[in-house]
């Protein structure tokens, strides 16, 4: 799914962003997800807040197998975390407490 952070790049004028392990594609929340809903047909599937500045989310499209973890700020810049293909979405299980996962 590299094509998706080349095509999310190139289309919508995302600043690269560097960090020392990696590189990400990062634009404005609302840019990307308009790129990821009309181009690749991907909706949100899920989410949460990994703490006070950063919000996970997973979008994916059921028709076309691909899928997409975004990282967004407070100040509404979103970055591409992870692309890929082959998503399946898995049961919901809900977490008990002093059981294992």
């Known amino acids: 799914m ?16 560097s960090s020392s392990t990696a ?6 929340r609302e840019k990307v997800i ?6 690749y047909g991907e ?11 950063k919000i996970f989310e997973v979008w994916a499209s059921e028709e076309d197998g691909t899928w997409t973890i975004l990282m967004t700020r407070p100040d509404g810049m979103s970055c591409v975390m992870a ?5 399946r979405d898995g049961p919901l299980v809900k977490a008990m ?5």
């Open 2 to 17: 590299r094509f998706l952070i080349s095509a999310l790049a190139l289309s919508t004028g995302l600043v690269a962003a």
């Open 23 to 28: 590189q990400m594609a990062c634009a404005d």
């Open 34 to 39: 308009e790129r990821l809903s009309s181009k």
């Open 43 to 53: 909706s949100f599937s899920g989410g949460g807040l990994q703490n006070p500045t």
């Open 83 to 87: 692309s890929g293909t082959d998503w």
């Open 97 to 101: 407490k002093g059981v294992p996962g």
